[in-house]
T-cell receptor, first 110, second 114 residues
Framework: EDQVTQSPEALRLQEGESSSLNCSYT??????LFWYRQDPGKGPEFLFT???AGEEKEKERLKATLTKKESFLHITAPKPEDSATYLC???????????FGSGTQLTVLP | DTGVSQDPRHKITKRGQNVTFRCDPI?????LYWYRQTLGQGPEFLTY????????KSRLLSDRFSAERPKGSFSTLEIQRTEQGDSAMYLC????????????FGPGTRLTVT
């Protein structure tokens, strides 16, 4: 059965303390992996799409990487405004719907 | 480019009542999706439209749920005879058939069934 697992469930960082969030997947025929940010009470906001192992994408303090089994979201020198839940999702084969993990709730303390 | 909009943002209803939610996708997006999200979980797929055709439905979509997308523009999701287990955030997303797979989400409708 296809699975998307995110770890840790929650992460508290001091401002400026870099870290990584993990998304591991067991999906046959992966077509793409997506990262979203979700603030409380709001819909997910698209961040990155990764299509092949070795691919990297960057945006401000965030960098996403992809291997054949997992993806990492690296956060460099985070700020309090980076506090949010980060969701990972996969798209497989000819399917159109995304399969999401449960997310990592990130809190950055000033 | 205005984003995906959803209405209402919040809905409180009593068990057994019917509710209807509306989603307006990004203009020119021909694909529209409905997801449901409960606290502490990621969104779960419910159904998908390409233009006005409903092409896929999840097993989560019981016969109390129905979705439409007349004329391939806005979409509605109706839940009949609501149950407490229907309490969740209902999210709508859209994208366009151009080889870009990312989906853009609306703000969601928070449903509370009392």
């Amino acid at each position: 059965e296809d699975q998307v697992t995110q770890s840790p469930e929650a992460l508290r960082l001091q401002e400026g303390e870099s870290s990584s969030l993990n998304c591991s997947y067991t999906v046959s025929g992966l077509r793409g992996l997506f990262w979203y940010r979700q603030d409380p009470g709001k819909g997910p906001e698209f961040l990155f799409t990764l299509y092949s192992a070795g691919e990297e994408k960057e945006k401000e303090r965030l960098k996403a990487t992809l291997t054949k089994k997992e993806s990492f979201l690296h956060i460099t020198a985070p700020k309090p405004e980076d506090s949010a839940t980060y969701l990972c999702a996969v798209l497989k084969g000819s399917a159109r719907q995304l399969t999401f993990g449960s997310g990592t709730q990130l809190t950055v303390l000033p | 480019d205005t984003g995906v909009s959803q209405d209402p943002r919040h809905k409180i209803t009593k068990r057994g009542q019917n509710v209807t939610f509306r989603c307006d996708p990004i203009s020119e997006h021909n694909r529209l999706y409905w997801y449901r999200q409960t606290l502490g979980q990621g969104p779960e797929f419910l159904t998908y439209f390409q233009n006005e055709a409903q092409l896929e439905k999840s097993r989560l979509l019981s016969d109390r749920f129905s979705a439409e997308r007349p004329k391939g523009s806005f979409s509605t999701l109706e839940i009949q005879r609501t149950e407490q287990g229907d309490s969740a955030m209902y999210l709508c997303a859209s994208n366009i058939r151009t080889g870009r797979d990312e989906q853009y989400f609306g703000p969601g409708t928070r449903l509370t069934v009392t």
